[in-house]
């Protein structure tokens, strides 16, 4: 009995951590950058200079705004959460890199480590029982 509980507290914890998650990523980090353009992208995409990949930077900065912007919405309704959550771990790593080469203050360099931490967390436990993930799975 207490084993249940104890995954229904589990699957609950990652539901809000996703939806909370989700919605950050949708709406405060996604949004303007889908929307931003190629003028946007370009400067985000720029980022991957620092791993010594400096061709089509706004090809790069659309990648990261689909995987900040679409990758919040399927972590919202818990769809290919570690597929997704790979993706966005991705984007978390050059963002890290990009701050620690600019120098950035601790506050810019920390968040997406943080991030990261959220997304490896996800990668290992999945979406938890409130998610299309396992509605899909239970279907099979």
């Known amino acids: 009995m207490s084993e249940k509980i104890s995954q229904t507290k589990t699957d609950l914890g990652l539901f809000i951590l996703r939806l909370g998650t989700g919605i950050s990523f949708i709406f405060i980090h996604g949004w303007n950058k889908i929307f931003g353009g190629p003028e946007i992208w370009s400067r985000i995409g720029g980022a991957m200079a620092s791993f010594g990949i400096d061709f089509m930077p706004a090809f790069w900065g659309f990648m ?12 919202l309704l818990g769809l290919f959460t570690r ?33 990261l931490t959220i997304f490896l967390a996800l990668i290992i436990m999945g979406a938890g029982k409130y998610s299309l993930d396992a509605l899909i799975s239970r279907k099979k």
């Open 83 to 115: 597929t997704t959550s790979s993706f966005m771990a991705f984007t978390m790593i050059v963002a890290f890199s990009k701050h620690i080469l600019n120098h950035d203050p601790w506050s810019k360099v920390f968040y997406p480590l943080e991030m």
């Open 64 to 75: 990261a705004a689909v995987s900040e912007f679409g990758g919040g919405i399927m972590l």
